[in-house]
């Protein structure tokens, strides 16, 4: 089998199934074949591309991008968990699953903790399309968790902006408005101290009037400025 990759298609003309894209980490040929076989047999659509070594592994990923990374725990010459590594160094979140002829419960255990999705034994091909079903279901989970987590810190961030130009208008706001408050009600002090001898009702009132509203400016005014002081502080 070469480096640099072989590429694997279904040999069956029956009804394709869901399509897969999977890369086989694999030396022998013919256990190869027997995963695609045991992956169309179970409805699969499989578009298998095999590879043995790192560099045609690493080519793979970004000329072939998977779906699934089936691997094969020994080879010749590289490990497949060594697979994972080039996989976090690529950034990307692909399940890699180890599909070996023999693999102890301990060593399985210990592939998992290091983030090997799961196992098959090459005997035990049945089991491997609803290992896959899985893997892939848990992978889109977590980019749709991903997917409303960068949502959310969007939605917190314009939220922050939308803060921050609150408080601004607040404070420049309330401010623009506190001298000419100020005005009205010195000027309305005065009017109403010269106009108090000529005893005319109606201005009285009018000023009085004049004076509540400006009394209630300043209030709102006042809120105004609490506002922004607690928008400051979250």
Not at 50 to 60: G, H, S, W
Request: net charge negative; charged share 25%.
């Amino acid at each position: 089998m070469s480096s640099a990759g072989t590429k694997l298609q279904n040999e069956s003309t029956a009804q394709p199934g869901p399509k897969l894209r999977a890369l086989l980490v694999e030396d022998n040929a013919l256990d190869a074949a027997l995963v695609v076989r045991a992956l169309h047999k179970d409805g699969f659509d499989v578009s298998a591309h095999v590879v043995q070594d790192e560099a045609a592994f690493t080519q793979a990923l970004r000329t072939h991008p998977p779906e699934i990374v089936l691997a094969d725990y020994n080879l010749p010459n590289w490990k497949g968990m060594e697979a994972l590594n080039v996989l976090h160094t690529e950034g990307l979140d692909i399940p890699m699953i180890l599909v070996s002829g023999a693999l102890g419960d301990v060593t399985a255990v210990e592939c998992i903790k290091q983030g090997a999705t799961d196992y098959v034994l090459k005997d035990g091909l049945a089991r491997l399309p609803e290992v896959i079903r899985r893997a892939l279901r848990e992978k889109n989970e977590r980019s749709l968790r991903h997917q409303v987590e960068e949502d959310l810190a969007r939605k917190v961030d314009e939220l922050a902006r939308s803060n921050a130009e609150l408080e601004q208008f607040a404070f420049v706001a309330s401010h623009d408005l506190q001298e000419p408050l100020r005005k009205i009600q010195s000027f309305g002090d005065r009017l109403k101290i010269k106009c108090e001898p000529l005893q005319v009702p109606d201005i009285q009132d009018y000023l009085g009037r004049m004076q509540s509203a400006a009394a209630r400016m300043r209030n709102l005014i006042n809120d105004l400025l609490a506002f922004s002081r607690v928008i400051r502080t979250w």
